[in-house]
């Protein structure tokens, strides 16, 4: 009876532990972050209706608040080089040789003309900013609903994310504008088993309002769990690298 009745606690902690909104959400972003530091070179290609552009990225990121982008091509753009530490964005312009501060309004304003934003490059503003709640569950996949909290600096009004059941893998996630309407889509694809994590190697950012804009962001060359020189997040990486 005794036995019966610790299965029976066990299996309640554990049913419990899998429903829990935070605790789902942080699993969902561990696996789109790699679960920790990483070096990566990411290709980033931006769609328009008359044009695409290529541009070829180093990126070095603890896996939560701080991350070092460098664009080595195309040629016209290489030199310039972003670096977030927590809400502190800065960057680097090679043509007038001075780094600036991307002011707090700016986090939204797209990367490189692409449909990422500044607030896109790292972090976890998806936890940090949001309360989330199950909204759809079946043997599967799920579907998070995340509502902004009231100082958190974001344009949205709410954005939800489907996920697989099983490792919680990112499947999906679409931002609505405070009048609910769909703005953008980010979806994931061409996963890879890092450190116990489903790490998704290909993002598709889509422009929902604009027909035919979108964004293909594709790693390569990526180690994950290295150890990162403190310096790697210092003002002076901007222009001497990590």
């Known amino acids: 009876m005794k036995g019966k009745i610790l299965l029976l606690l066990l299996g309640l902690s554990l049913s419990s532990a899998a ?36 541009y070829v990225l180093d990126i070095v990121s603890d896996g939560n608040e701080r991350a070092l982008i460098q664009v080595k091509a195309p040629p016209r753009e290489a030199g310039q080089a972003f670096l977030r530490d ?30 990422l934003s ?24 799920l579907t998070l609903e995340l509502t902004p909290q009231p100082s958190a600096p974001t344009p949205y009004g709410k954005v939800t994310i489907q996920a697989k ?10 931002f609505f504008d405070q009048r609910s309407q769909a703005v953008k889509k980010v979806t994931f694809a ?25 964004t293909t962001l594709v790693y390569s060359d990526y180690k994950f769990g290295v150890s990162i020189p403190s310096g790697c997040f210092d003002q002076r990486a901007l222009v001497a690298g990590c």
């Open 86 to 115: 927590g809400d502190n964005i800065l960057i680097y312009n090679p043509t007038l040789k001075r780094v600036l501060r991307l002011p707090p309004s700016g986090r939204s304003d797209s990367f490189l003309g692409s449909d």
């Open 190 to 214: 061409q996963y890879a088993e890092v450190n116990g994590h489903s790490f998704p190697v290909q993002t598709t950012v889509e422009d929902l309002l604009h027909s035919g804009n979108r």
């Open 118 to 141: 500044y607030s896109d490059l790292s972090g976890r503003d998806l936890q940090r900013d949001y309360t989330p709640k199950i909204t759809a569950e079946d043997a599967n996949n």
């Open 19 to 54: 429903s829990d909104p935070q605790a789902v959400l942080k699993a969902i972003v561990d696996n789109q972050r790699g679960g920790g530091s990483v070096r990566a070179t990411l290709n980033l290609s931006v769609a328009r209706t008359d044009r695409q552009t290529q």
């Open 165 to 174: 059941v099983k490792g919680y893998v990112p499947l999906e996630v679409t």
